[in-house]
């Protein structure tokens, strides 16, 4: 029941920027950390950032300095700002969320997925 739908992937020229939206829907409640995860051809799924309840966030070091991640408790929504793109961000961008009764018992819900090319 519970959906978690990305939006604002696309193609864009390298230095340029894109921002990834997901939007959580259904019988969602307490949700705790949220992130987005990449996935490029021949690659196995890597965390791009995270950031929890209380707005602390975490960065991969690829993409340090040149991503934001944000949320909106109240719209159970997460965003990923991404400046200065590079060809090597190309990938498949999921977002999750972690949910359920207690930090101790969370299940996490994953997005479908949202194509993001950086090609000239």
């Known amino acids: 029941q519970v959906q978690l739908v990305e939006s604002g992937g696309g193609l864009v020229q390298p230095g340029g920027s894109l921002k990834l939206s997901c939007a959580a829907s259904g019988n969602i409640f307490n949700i705790y950390a949220m992130g987005w995860y990449r996935q490029a051809p021949g690659k196995e799924r890597e965390l791009v950032a995270t950031i929890s309840s209380g707005g602390n966030t975490n960065y991969a070091d690829a993409v340090k300095g040149r991503f934001t991640i944000s949320r909106d408790n109240a719209k159970k929504s997460v965003y990923l700002q991404m400046n200065g793109l590079k060809p090597e961000d190309t990938a498949v961008y999921y977002c999750?969320?972690?949910?359920?009764?207690?930090?101790?018992?969370?299940?996490?819900?994953w997005g479908q997925g949202t194509q993001v090319t950086v090609s000239s």
């Open positions: 999750k969320c972690n949910s359920g009764r207690s930090l101790y018992s969370y299940t996490p819900y």
